[in-house]
Structures are given as structure tokens and as C-alpha cells.
């Protein structure tokens, strides 16, 4: 029964340290505190924040306490994983905001059973000077320059600020003030995981067993699943934007949002790789089906054939094909990081130009996403437009990017 809970709990990660960790826990014989911190920098829950949501929910399954972290002191901060130039500090009332909006998204994966929500403000907020020294003396310049972005940031004289350096210890006393016994996060999280380690020793806790999960690529099927991108599916969208925003993403990921957003389970997940490897699985029912995997999980079974049934009756009666060129949008057509739609048109040469492109317009001969573009002065965030498809008179369509 051990090995069943251990090899359960061990799906779908990428990393554990230390090897083996997972069972020692374990064998502890008391409910483990489990920690998830994620910082409130947007308005909603993604499909690649669920993926580790639903790790901690698995843990609270097997008889575990989440310890959810809302990093509302740490969201002030920035948090530098993966970035090559310094964040934009956000201020107090908007991570507020944020923070409320998402706990509601964050209970639609978690169950209200052995749940402690926590935000970091209560430790962080009343930590004096004494208490900042201390945690900068537990650690080495040296040892922050190990994190990969940090050290690409200095041999390219890019500007690296001391507050960025603060953002792991900051996180790593989160699992000190909470005794976290395991820590979970994303692969690009790995570093300040490992920091909570080194912090919890120094502080004269038994260090947490670190657990990663793989990130998830967004509709583009390069980036990271982001919201400042525009490339992602949020839990609480409406079923039917749901399904038509998952039948974008690359034949390449079908199988990795099966595995990761859905409830198939690894092995078939691992079966319908294959079969798209080999031509034995057809790519289109595939996406379909995990599509329906994903709205069935957030908006109950049978949604997600509904959903399908309406997309059907979409892409047949507006004649839109689901399978279109992708196109990027040409830097030409945005402007303040919009995109003015007749320039758009002009520069992809679907109108001799912007005048003629607003004539199009006009007509009705535009649509985004199957919808007609009524107003030639309208401008989209570029990071809206990626992933959707524009349509130019009946036969013209791309997907943009």
C-alpha cells in the first residue's frame, strides 16, 4: 500500500530531492505539511498553475495537509525565475485584488479538507533588519549566481538587483515559518526550492523534500503558459472558449495536456504519444478528446461534448476550417503594443492599404475568431491577438502569432 501511495504521489513529476525522499517522508506516519506558493501578479488560474494546484490536491487525497501560500509580500518583490531583466514592482492594492479573485479559483482544484491558505505578508511584513541579515548571511553571492538566469544575466552586464536576490530567501522562509515538510513548484522553480532547504537547516528544521512538476507550454506551443502573453486557457473560462482555445495547440503537446490537465492517467497518455508518433492515432480526434477531458474537469461531464457539438456547428456554418496556416503578426502592425487591424491587413497583404484595409473592414469582409470586426479603428493588445484566427473574405484564414 506504501509503495502504491509513493508511486501515486511520484506521477507526473519531474524532479525529487533527494531521491528517495518521497518514502522517508512517508514513513514519518503523520499527515505531511505540504507547501504551494504561488504569488497573486495576475487575475486568473491557468491550465499550467492547475497543473501543480492538482499535485497538491492529490496530496490532500492521500490524508495531507496543503499549505497553500498566496505570496502577496513576495509578489511586491518579483519573483526573477527565468527572467533576463529586472521585473516591474507591482503595487499593494493591485496584488490585493489579484489575491482575492484567485483564492475562489484556487478552491474550484483544492478541497476545503486539511487546507491552511496562508499569505506571506504575515512573516514577511514584520521582519526586521536583524531579521534580513540573518537570512542574507545564510547564503553567498556565489551560490545565487548558480541559478542559470542570474549567471547568463552577469556575463552579459545585464543589470542584476540586489532585491532579486532577496526573492529566494524570501520564499525559502516561507517554508520556515510554515515547517513545510514538502515543497512543490514548477522545473523553473527548482533553485528557490532547494534555497528553503538551505534555509529551514539554518534555522534548525528538518529540510523539505523538494518535488517538481513540468511546465506547461501555452497555445503557441513554445512559451510558458502566461497570461502576459496571452497564450493561455484560464480554469474558469466559458466551456465553449475552453474547447476552441485547446483545439489550437500543436499536435506535439496533445499528449502533454493529457497528461498534465486531464485525469487519463500517465499510461494512456504515454499510449496516445505513441500512437501519434507512429500514424496510428489521428491528431484531430485526439486534441478533441483531450479537449473534452479538460472541460469535463471544470465544468462537469458532458460539458465538454456540448462544447464540441457547438464548435462543430461554428466552424460549419461560418465555413471557418480547423485547420489553418499559422502567421506571425508582422512588428509593422502594432504600435504601443497593440494592433491596429487595417495596418494588419495591409501588412499581410490582404489589402493594398491601410485605407483599403478599413474598407474591408467596413464591408463586414473581417473576422476574428468567426466574429465579424465591426469598428476599422479598433486596436487589440498584440498579446490577445496571438492565437487567434483571422479571417479575410471567405477563403483567407491564419492563425496568428
Partial sequence: MASET??????????????GGLAEKLALGRPL?????????????????????????????AGHTAVLIVGDFTARVGDPSGKSETRPRLDKDVVDGFAERLLAQFRLILSEERLEVRRNSEWLDGLDMEGVLRLTASTTVARM?????????????????????????????DSVATQADVELGGTDQLFNLLVGRDLQR?????????????LLEGLDGVQKMSQSLGNYVGITEPADEMFGKLMRIPDHLIAKYLRLCTDVGTGEADAVEA??????????????????????????????????DRFNRVHRDRDVPEEVQEV??????????????????????????????????????VRIDGEVVGDPD??????????RVLQVGRRWFARLT
Fill in 6 to 19: 509513493v508511486a501515486r504521489l511520484r506521477d507526473g513529476t519531474a524532479e525529487i530531492v533527494p531521491d
Fill in 275 to 308: 500512437g501519434l508518433a507512429d500514424g496510428s492515432r489521428d491528431p484531430n480526434a485526439e486534441k478533441r478528446r483531450m479537449a473534452r477531458e479538460v472541460v469535463d474537469l471544470y465544468h462537469g461531464a458532458g460539458a465538454g461534448l456540448e462544447a464540441e
Fill in 145 to 173: 549566481l548558480e541559478r542559470e538566469d542570474f549567471a547568463q544575466r552577469y556575463a552579459d552586464r545585464r543589470p542584476i538587483s540586489l532585491m532579486e536576490f532577496m526573492y529566494p530567501l524570501l520564499q525559502g522562509f
Fill in 328 to 365: 506571425a503578426i508582422p512588428p509593422a502592425a502594432i504600435r504601443s503594443d497593440s494592433v491596429w487591424l487595417p495596418r494588419l491587413l495591409a501588412e499581410l497583404g490582404q489589402a493594398r492599404s491601410n485605407a483599403d484595409g478599413r474598407r474591408r473592414i467596413e464591408q463586414g469582409g
Fill in 378 to 387: 479598433r486596436e487589440v493588445p498584440a498579446a490577445e491577438m496571438r492565437g
Fill in 33 to 61: 505539511r505540504v507547501k504551494l506558493g504561488l504569488d497573486p501578479t495576475a487575475a486568473d488560474v491557468t491550465l499550467g498553475w492547475a497543473v501543480v494546484l492538482r499535485k497538491l490536491r492529490r496530496f490532500q487525497d
Fill in 202 to 214: 539554518a534555522w534548525g528544521q528538518e529540510p523539505q523534500l523538494v518535488m517538481t512538476v513540468p
